[in-house]
């Protein structure tokens, strides 16, 4: 629910309607300094602990990357407006968070997506695994979606400078929505192909301990996606297509769907990083 103005946009968060806001202004604060320090140990124990300089956990620490910013872009401004009561923000400023969020957020699924090609080459193609899926490729794959999310989701954003408010937006809702499918169905879709590809080869395998060894390895990764997809899509689609749930309840409820699996991210990986 936005009003614009000459140079800034009001925003209204909907205190009034949401019954427990201060609860979860409260909570976002706590899973903001959880995520930040627990991500942060992830990042410095696999840099320093040169064993773990390998094509897995660089994917590993370009997620832990994606979700410090990811949380850091939302959490903090939403608490300021929160406790100052300052629902005025500079229309550049306001276009720089959203180019942020949307950004990393779709880093996030590619992210995701990242890690499930590496369980696939893994456990698909595991005597060739250290000739396909090499530090180099790995990092060339990373920086080709950091590429191209940033200027897509930058071209995205900018245009809207050269926008008039009052014409027409049916087209840039229908881009915009046409973006937002292909970013989380894109990557999603490939993940699910990925798992199938990896249950054919597991019950292919004659050993029930390398079955089960097999399944493990992908069992954390698969919590992840959940935790990622099912709030956000569930979010997408029931608030803004079916539009059943009111716009001062989606708010919030994006925020914290948005803001825990960043914060539940660095649990499943710190716990991989020390079981390796």
Request: hydrophobic residues 55%.
């Amino acid at each position: 629910m936005i009003r614009l103005h000459a140079q800034y946009f009001s925003i209204k968060i909907g205190g009034l309607i949401f019954p427990h806001i201060t609860v979860c202004f409260i909570f976002l604060a706590f899973v903001y300094v959880l995520t930040v320090l627990l991500n942060a140990v992830v990042i410095y124990v696999i840099t320093v602990d040169h064993c773990l300089h390998t094509p897995k956990f660089l994917a590993v620490v370009n997620l832990a990357v994606t979700d410090l910013i990811l949380n850091t872009c939302i959490i903090p401004s939403m608490i300021k407006i929160f406790l100052i009561k300052n629902n005025f923000v500079p229309f550049n400023l306001c276009l720089v968070q959203m180019y942020v969020y949307y950004a990393f957020g779709t880093l996030e699924s590619f992210a995701l997506a990242i890690l499930a090609y590496d369980r696939l080459i893994a456990i698909c193609f595991p005597l060739r695994q250290n000739s396909i899926n090499t530090l180099r490729s790995m990092s060339y794959i990373v920086c080709l979606t950091w590429c191209l999310t940033l200027g897509v989701i930058g071209f995205a954003v900018g245009i809207m400078t050269r926008l008039l408010a009052c014409n027409d937006y049916t087209m840039q809702w229908s881009v915009a929505s046409l973006l937002t499918f292909l970013n989380l169905v894109g990557p999603f879709a490939f993940i699910f192909l990925s798992y199938v590809s990896i249950l054919v080869t597991v019950f292919r395998m004659k050993s029930i301990d390398n079955r089960v060894k097999a399944l493990a390895t992908c069992a954390e990764h698969l919590i992840l996606v959940a935790v990622f997809y099912i709030p956000v899509i569930t979010i997408f689609t029931i608030g803004f297509y079916l539009r059943l749930i009111d716009p001062d309840q989606r708010v919030p409820s994006l925020s914290l769907a948005s803001c825990i699996p960043p914060c539940i991210n660095p649990i499943e990986k710190k716990r991989r990083t020390y079981l390796h």
